[in-house]
Structure formats: structure tokens, C-alpha cells
């Protein structure tokens, strides 16, 4: 087995979402040979597998003996009609794939490459194809620094399973600071970008299979979200009525009252408010990019504007009354704010403008919102997310279908309920309990 020997490193870990398509191959896995999808045949296959789970296949190739050789992917959904319009889907992104292996595939050497020569191929393929925010881009490189400075040098056909196995073993025990430990959680993040740039030279065909597919760092259990209790909520609208800075204020309430995510509520302007029919209209989302990124795309800024994080993030919230009434209000007071300084309002100007009329940035959203939460006596695990999660568990605890759920909060309805379902209240808990006791009893026979 390979020794590899650590520098001693201190970059920061952000958390990070995997973008990259998960596909199963069928008949060569035994032989451990990778599939190079070039073409797709047929229209594919769609097989119920369980309640909400479909297998879809493909055929991308064929062996020396003339046998289909077939690309597998699980999926979540509601109908074999739904199922078959994500085969659609996968089908044209296998072909996309395809397209972009083929035109960038002769950029780089299967003889002579190297990981770090292979990390920086999937990062700019990823910045070229627009897959991901700029802003993950950067957390992608960050992970990606751990092994491109221990095994970068390496040529990429030479590393093995066991190889990568000593590595996220010497990573645990002393990649962290000073030579500690890391943690598991970041090990993992880890294992599974490399894991990603690996089938990403498969697709290039830089190297026949992936071999550490397979090369599990550690499992990690996802913490449970805190959720706030309904009188939490009315409380905490109360406290922000109150206070004082009110671009900050704002934001919180937007968030509480509406479960908006952070970036689509930094990105909103007064043209999105819609006063008439008392709803918020989501079409875009700030994220934050780093300088070199906001030169490349001829920003002004570091703060971008993009479309929401999800497919179905377009969309109308409604506005309930104690947000709408304080939104009024704020509108003719913000005006009167930027006035004062020197800036005009219009239907372009954000909603939660800072005092020069700008977005406010992402990041000290979260910021304000942790230290308000704290001060305020409420519970430390909450954050800016938990009030989205807080939002939609409630509207799922009285009683509204998934579906229509899913519509205001821009996640499909199985996102719903397997993201929110298990977030469910102790006062819907006991109900439920009350409810079974009076249908479960036994008459006592005199």
C-alpha cells in the first residue's frame, strides 16, 4: 500500500451541494471496465421498482460480441408519465456530455495526465457549462486542494483504490490544522468531489474505469434541523416589527413569512412585490462571486444575479397581512432613507437595500440573522435556513397537500415531503396520537 505523507494545511471548508450525475453501469461493473458514452440508441426504458422509484436505462454502447451495454440511473417519481419525461432529461444530458467529452477530450493526454492537471479540467468544465453558482465553483476548488496537493503530481492512470483509501485515512487522522485531525464530514466532501473528476475522466476517456468508486471515506449522518414552534414564529415577527435597521429587519421577516431562501430574498426589487393581488414574485437569486469571477463575466460587482437555485424556483408567494402592512410602510420609509443620502428609489431598487441603494450581500444576511436569533433568546442551533424549514413544516402541519406546497416553496413534491416531512411538530405529533387513541379502544364487555 502507498504512504502518502501530508503538508500540514489550514484552508477553510464551505458546504457544498454535488452536482454531478450518479450513474450505475450494467455489464461491464463485474469487469471494472468504464463505459464510454458516445451515443445513445433507442429511446430507453422506463421499470417501476418500488412506490415512487424508477430504474431508467440506456443503451450507450455495444461489446465485442454485439451485446447493448446499458447506463442505469434510480429515480424519485410520482408516475411512470413523470419517470418518462426524466429519461427524456438524463438521455440529452448523456448526449451533452458526449458532445463536450468529444470536443474537449483531446485537451488533455490519458498518457501524461495528471490529477491536478484533471481537477482543473472538471472545475473549468464546470464554469464553462454554467452546472453550478460561481460561488460553489469556489468551494469545489477548495475541497479539490486537499488532494490535488497530496496526489496531484500523480499520472491519474497510476492512482488505485488503496491508494485513495491511505488518503482519506491520513486526511482524518492529520490533514486538519497543525497536523490534527479532520473531520469527517469534510473527509467526505472530499471523497466525493474527487470521486466526480474521476468519472469525469472516464467520459473524456483519459482512463478506461473509475477506480475509486467505490472508495468510501466515512459516512456521515446529516444533523436534524431545529424547527420553531408557531408561537417562536409570532414572537420572533414581533421582535422584528420592533427593530431599528430595518434593510436587515426586512429581510428576516421576508424570510419567516414567505420561506424564501436567502439569495432570492437579497435579490428582490419592488418591481417583484406585486401590492395588488398580495404576492411576492421570485425570479432571481443573489449569490456572491469572487473578484477573478466577477471580472470574467464583466461584473460591477461581486454579488450575481441569476436565475433561482432550483427548476421550479420561479414562482408567486403569497403575502400574508402583517408582512404586507409592514412592506407598505417600509417602501415610502426606504424612499425617504435614500433620499436623505442622495439615491433615488425605483422599481429596480432592492427591497432590503442597504443605505446606498444596493443588494445586500448574502453572506451578512446570515450573519445578522444569527446573532439577532441568539440576542433574542432564541435557540442557538437556529439559523437563516431553519426559517424556511420552519415555513413549509408548518404549512405541512396544516394540512396542505405537498403539491401546492411545493409551488410556493419551488421544490417538487417528493423534495416536500422527504426534505420536510420528518420535521413534523410535537403538538401535530400528539394530536395524531389523540386521534389514533379514539379510533383504536376496546369495549370492556359487562
Not at 417501476?48 to 422509484?53: E, I, L, P, Q
Request: charged share 25%.
Amino acid at each position: 500500500m502507498t504512504n502518502i505523507k501530508l503538508k500540514q494545511t489550514t484552508p477553510a471548508m464551505v458546504s457544498l451541494l454535488l452536482m454531478e450525475l450518479t450513474i450505475s453501469f450494467i455489464g461491464y461493473r463485474k469487469k471494472r471496465e468504464g463505459v464510454k458514452i458516445m451515443k445513445i440508441y433507442g429511446n430507453g426504458s422506463v421499470e417501476k421498482k418500488g412506490k415512487d422509484k424508477y430504474l431508467l436505462r440506456v443503451v450507450v454502447d455495444h461489446d465485442e460480441t454485439g451485446k447493448p451495454v446499458r447506463a442505469s440511473k434510480m429515480v424519485n417519481a410520482t408516475g411512470k408519465r413523470e419517470a418518462e419525461r426524466k429519461l427524456r432529461d438524463w438521455i440529452s444530458e448523456l448526449e451533452a456530455q458526449a458532445a463536450q467529452a468529444a470536443k474537449t477530450g483531446n485537451k488533455l493526454n490519458a498518457d501524461t495526465v495528471t490529477l491536478g492537471e484533471a481537477i482543473h479540467e472538471y472545475l473549468d468544465f464546470l464554469d464553462e457549462t454554467q452546472k453550478v453558482r460561481p460561488h460553489t465553483i469556489d468551494g469545489y476548488a477548495k475541497t479539490l486542494a486537499y488532494p490535488e496537493r497530496a496526489l496531484g503530481g500523480r499520472l491519474l492512470k497510476d492512482i488505485t483504490f488503496a491508494d485513495m483509501e491511505q488518503f482519506y485515512r491520513d486526511m482524518k487522522d492529520h490533514g486538519g490544522k497543525d497536523g490534527g485531525p479532520l473531520g469527517a464530514n469534510t473527509v467526505s466532501k472530499i471523497g466525493t468531489f474527487t470521486n466526480a473528476v474521476f468519472k469525469r475522466a472516464v467520459q473524456l476517456q483519459l482512463i478506461p474505469y473509475n477506480p475509486i468508486a467505490n472508495a468510501c471515506p466515512f459516512k456521515v449522518e446529516k444533523p436534524k434541523k431545529t424547527i420553531m414552534s408557531e408561537e417562536e414564529v409570532n414572537r420572533l415577527i414581533a421582535r422584528l416589527l420592533e427593530y431599528p435597521r430595518k434593510d436587515q429587519a426586512t429581510a428576516m421577516l421576508i424570510n419567516t413569512c414567505c420561506g424564501t431562501r436567502r439569495g432570492e430574498t437579497c435579490a428582490l426589487t419592488w418591481q417583484h412585490v406585486d401590492f395588488d393581488h398580495h404576492v411576492l414574485n421570485i425570479v432571481q437569486a443573489a449569490t456572491q462571486i469572487s473578484k477573478a469571477q466577477a471580472e470574467s463575466r464583466n461584473a460591477k460587482s461581486t454579488l450575481w444575479l441569476d436565475k433561482p437555485k432550483t427548476a421550479n424556483g420561479t414562482r408567486s408567494i403569497p403575502i400574508p397581512d402583517v408582512l404586507y402592512e409592514y412592506l407598505l410602510t417600509e417602501k415610502e420609509e426606504q424612499r425617504k432613507r435614500l433620499e436623505y443620502y442622495g439615491y433615488y428609489q425605483g422599481d429596480d431598487t432592492p427591497v432590503c437595500a442597504t443605505s446606498t441603494g444596493k443588494f445586500m450581500q448574502p453572506s451578512n444576511m446570515s450573519k445578522f440573522s444569527k446573532t439577532f436569533l441568539i440576542d433574542n433568546g432564541f435557540d442557538p442551533s437556529l439559523t437563516l435556513h431553519s426559517l424556511r424549514h420552519s415555513y413549509v413544516t408548518h404549512l405541512l402541519d396544516r394540512g396542505y397537500p405537498p403539491n401546492q406546497i411545493g409551488q410556493i416553496s419551488g421544490q417538487s413534491p417528493l423534495v416536500v415531503m422527504n426534505t420536510y416531512g420528518n420535521h413534523r411538530s410535537e403538538v401535530v405529533i400528539k394530536q395524531m396520537a389523540t386521534e389514533l387513541n379514539s379510533m383504536m379502544y376496546v369495549e370492556t364487555v359487562s
